[in-house]
């Protein structure tokens, strides 16, 4: 290292007595951090955050406060987009910066190095203005180049896919498939290793719960499933498509020569410092193999009972129930509506050393410590009735069959929690009351389902309003009468809209909430349960109980500036 850089690595390491007085690191870690810094030739700071002695925000702000200039929190601001168009994409990405403001002639520019001096003096020059510099943490200014000119740092799937139209050099699928799963992924590798890298990094960094690569005559369709709705990315060629899913089939283990039968398998990856897990599914079409990955991020499972977003009165029942010592709770609705996430919040509540957890998966898709998974394995004969006989034998409290397919599954089930067992399970079916009919048209006996069944809670998600970007509107005369809103609830109402903003990529949506509705089994209820009664008598009955429907808890949400109505139309209908 030159004496140069070891002069300028002493001075930004004065901001670390800040640190120290603050007591966020001790003496020790310190020294620890500068012998790091000096062998990998890094910075101080940074070598704290790599050890975990500090978060990048504390180093930053103490930066700030050692060179007197101002901290931001990118995840606070919002930069008009007139803003951003002063600065090419280019220069922001060379040289990690983002433009936040301009007053009077002065640019104010988001930089991470309070000291590099040259890079300040070239900015100068290429924006042609003065320069006024404000800090933030390195990863933080990454995250908002790519929220705000919509890309990845270094370069986007995007324009590597660029690259691969404007070449007319093909690639084998053995050379493009390239490096081992685990390889690390730099410039050198195959480009199809990086392309593969650059679209599951992308995914992560949009919040993408889904990636599709879906193979058509002309084109290969790459889609993101963003908060539920399903987003287009730029298109690779054709002939790429052979060698992304052999690297695809490579990192989750897959046949590679297997195209004619369906595969699943798993990846694990690790982007930036998030671990995560992705679920990956082949479907041999009329075209090619189709690709989907599911995102499995650990996080989502880390959401509390509170969080879901039941309101008072059903988080109060939902609390109830799962505190019973047996019986049968189900959740229903489609494929992505949640319900995972909502027995999981349920199990993580009751976790503890004085219970004994059991669940029955097909697959296990997030892993819960304390708690014994066991995954469905039905080329083997370990289908779900199997498991739930053998569990039983186990001697759990609580038994989580992943989805009653059967009427053996169902029986089982329902024969556990007969037995003294709290069991939770998911069924599809449209709304609540249904799960009731659902049942005994599988083939339950009506009396068993009357006897066990002691709720039933059907769900949907809705985006959420974005945070940043939200204001007030007053929705049309048509559209409230539409909705079922009378005057007199539009006049205590806060309806709320998301303009777009870099926060939530121009969508005016970041992140979701379940909107629900709750049924409890009531005698009335177990006695139509009992004499096979229709769905829709049960739904009548239940409403007149006090059951509060999937619609009338969107309409809540909307009224309360959470989401808006035209959320509450796409996944729930008036009665």
Same mark, same amino acid.
């Given at each position: ?59 930053? /702000? ?124 730099? $410039? ?70 297997? /195209? ?32 989907? !990955? ?11 009972? %509170? ?65 014994? @998974? ?18 039983? %034998? ?10 009653? %397919? ?5 029986? !089982?089930?329902? @024969? ?64 409230? $009468? ?27 949506? %970041? ?16 006695? !139509? ?47």
């Amino acid at each position: 290292m030159s004496s140069t850089s070891s002069k300028r690595m002493a001075k930004s390491a004065d901001f670390t007595d800040i640190l120290l007085r603050q007591k966020v690191i001790s003496t020790e870690q310190l020294e620890e951090a500068r012998k790091m810094a000096r062998d990998s030739s890094t910075r101080v700071g940074d070598a704290l955050v790599r050890l975990g002695y500090a978060t990048g925000v504390e180093v930053m /702000r103490a930066m700030a406060e050692y060179h007197r200039m101002d901290f931001v929190d990118l995840e606070e601001v919002v930069i008009p987009p007139d803003v951003i168009e002063l600065v090419p994409e280019s220069v922001a990405r060379e040289n990690t910066i983002l433009p936040m403001s301009k007053e009077d002639g002065t640019l104010r520019v988001i930089v991470s190095d309070p000291q590099d001096l040259d890079t300040f003096e070239k900015l100068r020059f290429i924006l042609d203005s003065k320069i006024d510099i404000v800090l933030a943490p390195r990863e933080n200014i990454l995250e908002a180049i790519n929220r705000h000119y919509g890309a990845l740092e270094g370069e986007s799937a995007d324009s590597m896919l660029q690259e691969f139209t404007d070449t007319a050099i093909d690639f084998t699928e053995t050379e493009m498939a390239g490096a081992r799963p685990e390889e690390v992924v730099d $410039e050198s590798s195959a480009p199809i290793v990086r392309l593969t890298h650059l679209i599951i990094s992308e995914a992560v960094q949009l919040r993408a719960s889904d990636i599709h690569v879906e193979p058509f005559e002309n084109e290969v369709r790459i889609r993101y499933r963003i908060d539920g709705v399903l987003v287009k990315r730029d298109s690779p060629p054709r002939r790429l498509l052979g060698a992304l899913l052999s690297r695809l089939k490579i990192m989750a283990k897959m046949d590679i020569a297997e /195209r004619r039968r369906t595969q699943d398998g798993r990846i694990k990856v690790t982007v930036g410092d998030k671990e995560l897990d992705l679920r990956v599914s082949m479907l041999p079409t009329n075209h090619g193999q189709s690709c989907v !990955m599911r995102l499995l991020d650990k996080d989502n499972i880390k959401v509390g009972v %509170r969080q879901l977003g039941l309101s008072e009165k059903c988080f109060q029942n939902f609390q109830a129930l799962i505190k019973r010592p047996n019986g049968i709770f189900l959740v229903t609705g489609p494929t992505g509506s949640g319900k995972t996430t909502t027995l999981y919040a349920a199990l993580n509540e009751l976790n503890g050393p004085d219970r004994k957890i059991i669940t029955a998966e097909d697959p296990v898709e997030y892993y819960l410590p304390g708690i014994n @998974q066991v995954e469905v394995k039905h080329d083997i004969g370990l289908d779900f009735a199997r498991i739930i006989r053998a569990v039983l %034998r186990q001697a759990p409290n609580i038994i989580l069959v992943g989805e009653m %397919r059967d009427t053996e599954t169902a029986e !089982m089930g329902i @024969q556990a929690s007969l037995t003294g067992h709290l069991v939770f399970s998911t069924l599809h079916t449209n709304d609540a009351p249904s799960a009731v009919t659902r049942l005994i048209d599988m083939g339950v006996p009506p009396y068993l389902v009357a006897s066990s069944l002691m709720a039933v809670l059907a769900q949907r998600l809705v985006r959420v309003i974005c945070t940043k970007c939200r204001q007030p509107y007053s929705p049309s005369k048509t559209m409230l $009468e539409a909705a079922g809103i009378t005057p007199a609830m539009a006049a205590n109402a806060t309806f709320m809209k998301g303009k777009g903003c870099g926060n939530c990529q121009k969508t005016g949506f %970041r992140g979701r909430l379940g909107v629900f509705e709750l049924m409890m089994m009531q005698p009335k209820l177990r006695e !139509m349960a009992f004499n096979s009664a229709p769905s829709q008598n049960i739904r009548k009955e239940a409403i007149a109980g006090g059951m509060d429907t999937m619609y009338s808890d969107g309409i809540r949400k909307v009224i309360n500036g959470v989401t808006t109505l035209e959320e509450v139309f796409r996944v729930a209908k008036r009665e």
